[in-house]
């Protein structure tokens, strides 16, 4: 089992670029959760998804972010345009069907650094 | 909205020394998770409680569930550097449909 895997691992980008970060969930997990984790904010649900399904994007920050889940095993996360206030770090999780009260798989996270 | 808050937010002791750090919030929640997550590396899940007053122990960390199931602990016996790092908790409410994490405790020990 690879886990949840995300690329890319870091990003460096200039403001008003578009970005986009990918994920990967373990196979078999129905629920998908992208987090962005600053150390001022912590750990911030962003938007999860269940059976590729967007359930609660309430925690998307503004309409520059966008989230797609297009088939069981692919994920996207893109912020267009970018600004310096977005630099995090943005995990993707997976959890496995009826087991999402029960916890998560995370990725190693993409470092975006925007300048 | 649920939140979550963990105390102490840092901490810092020599290997050897017990430790507890502490999750609380004014809500109730269905299940608690706690996390350990290490520089540049996501959050890895310890363990997950769901009964009020559950104790799990996993070696050398003991991990309580509150009877009113608002609040968690986790206790660490002599604790070793391999340890250090950021413990998260982190719940879901009744319906499995909001999920939060606290700020963390970040621990460090030395040896």
């Known amino acids: 089992d690879a886990g949840v895997i995300q690329s890319p691992r870091h990003e460096v980008t200039e403001m008003g670029q578009e970005v986009t970060l990918r994920c990967k969930p373990i196979s078999g997990h129905d629920y998908l959760f992208w987090y962005r984790q600053t150390m001022m904010r912590g750990l911030e649900l962003l938007i999860y998804f269940n059976n590729n399904v967007p359930i609660d994007d309430s925690g998307m920050p503004e309409d520059r972010f966008s989230a797609k889940m297009p088939n069981a095993s692919f994920s996207t996360l893109k912020i267009q345009p970018s600004e310096p206030r977005d630099s995090a770090v943005y995990f993707c999780?997976?959890?496995?069907?009826?087991?999402?009260?029960?916890?998560?798989?995370f990725g190693s996270g993409t470092r975006l650094t925007v300048v | 909205t649920q939140l979550l808050e963990q105390s102490p937010q840092f901490l810092s002791i020599q290997e050897g020394e017990n430790l507890t750090v502490y999750c609380n919030s004014s809500?109730?929640?269905?299940?608690l998770q706690w996390y350990r997550q290490e520089p540049g590396e996501g959050p890895v899940l310890l363990v997950t409680?769901?009964?009020?007053?559950e104790v799990k122990k996993l070696k050398r960390l003991t991990f309580q569930f509150g009877d009113a199931r608002k609040d968690s602990s986790l206790h660490i016996t002599a604790a070793q550097p391999g340890d250090t790092g950021l413990y998260l908790c982190?719940?879901?409410?009744?319906?499995?449909?909001?999920?939060?994490f606290g700020p963390g405790t970040r621990l460090s020990v030395l040896p």
């Open positions: 409680v769901v009964t009020g007053g």
């Open positions: 982190a719940g879901t409410d009744n319906y499995g449909q909001n999920f939060v």
């Open positions: 999780a997976s959890s496995l069907p009826g087991t999402v009260n029960y916890g998560y798989t």
């Open positions: 809500s109730v929640f269905s299940s």
